[in-house]
């Protein structure tokens, strides 16, 4: 940990810079919270039709694109393809948006409740609840099923729930969030995708914007103040995070719903040299990050390049 101590003021360092003041930070997201959040429930038209021949995920997002099964594939399976993919990625977004909750809940309960820091994190727990809401009913709203994710990360989940550290709750946070974030920035400006998918993902992509920035500023912080022991932990834990996360992110029970074979269909997804190009940009402005405050060296480099999310 780097100080700089002026006028009795210590103010904290890292490799990006000198950290800023953490109510100063909350003082400005809620400001921005005030004027730019949405109630989906009367921002989008829940009662519009599914319109033929649009996508709900862009298809250069999708995994199978440009793999050998994608070739024989008609278009109308190619937009079934993505009308599932996308219920699964809306499926896999609420799982971690649950997680995200809980871990925000437990971030703020020793810390002043009166303070700008707790009063923003409650107002980014009310934001995942609505974007939670929100992804259920666009599910529904396309008729494809809800996915889960394997149950043993289901129930690992729930021991990173009961003894993630802080650093560890918002590297975790930030994995969730910025590789959907990228790929939702592409999706909302696409008007080959659905209107209400498009709908969906501007809300996101500007509430969220809120949420990175809280959980980077944070990370920053605990990076520099936490004990030695907890920064080593974060950086394992990130990693394996990291792996997990790149596994859930394709649901193969998507390719048996669309008529597909589950094993060939992994196995290319595996093998798409495109696929493996989407994941790493989708990432790469998450580990340049990461790699800048400390978090990518050793075991946890090694972890994230099998999670096949680090070149």
């Not at 709908?199 to 605990?222: C, D, K, P, S």
């Not at 596994?247 to 992994?266: I, K, M, S, T």
């Amino acid at each position: 940990m780097t100080t700089v101590t002026a006028r009795d003021v210590t103010v904290l360092r890292d490799a990006l810079g000198p950290l800023r003041d953490r109510e100063q930070i909350a003082a400005r997201l809620l400001e921005s919270s005030a004027k730019h959040s949405f109630d989906p429930d009367t921002e989008l038209d829940w009662d519009s039709a599914v319109e033929e021949g649009k996508w709900f995920w862009p298809p250069e997002l999708l995994s199978l694109y440009d793999t050998p099964m994608w070739h024989r594939m008609s278009e109308e399976q190619r937009l079934d393809l993505s009308r599932h993919e996308g219920a699964a990625l809306a499926s896999l977004g609420i799982w971690f948006e649950i997680i995200l909750m809980q871990l925000l809940v437990r971030h703020v309960y020793d810390k002043p409740v009166t303070s700008n820091h707790v009063r923003y994190a409650l107002t980014e727990i009310a934001d995942e609840c609505r974007h939670s809401m929100m992804f259920g009913r666009m599910i529904d709203w396309g008729g494809a099923p809800t996915y889960e994710v394997p149950r043993v990360y289901h129930n690992l989940a729930r021991v990173l729930k009961t003894v993630s550290t802080t650093p560890g709750s918002f590297a975790a946070t930030l994995l969730g969030e910025e590789i959907l974030d990228w790929m939702q920035r592409l999706t909302f400006p696409d008007d080959r995708v659905q209107t209400l998918v498009r709908g969906v993902t501007r809300i996101h992509v500007i509430e969220e914007a809120r949420h990175v920035r809280y959980a980077r500023e944070e990370l920053r912080r605990q990076m520099v103040t936490a004990p030695r022991w907890e920064r080593e932990l974060t950086k394992v834990s990130c990693g394996e995070a990291a792996r997990v996360f790149s596994v859930c992110f394709v649901n193969p029970q998507v390719y048996e719903n669309v008529g597909l074979d589950r094993r060939e269909a992994v196995a290319q997804v595996k093998a798409s040299g495109h696929r493996t190009e989407v994941m790493q940009t989708g990432s790469r402005r998450l580990t340049d990050f990461f790699d800048d405050i400390g978090l990518l060296n050793g075991v946890s480099r090694r972890l994230w390049r099998s999670s096949g999310l680090l070149a």
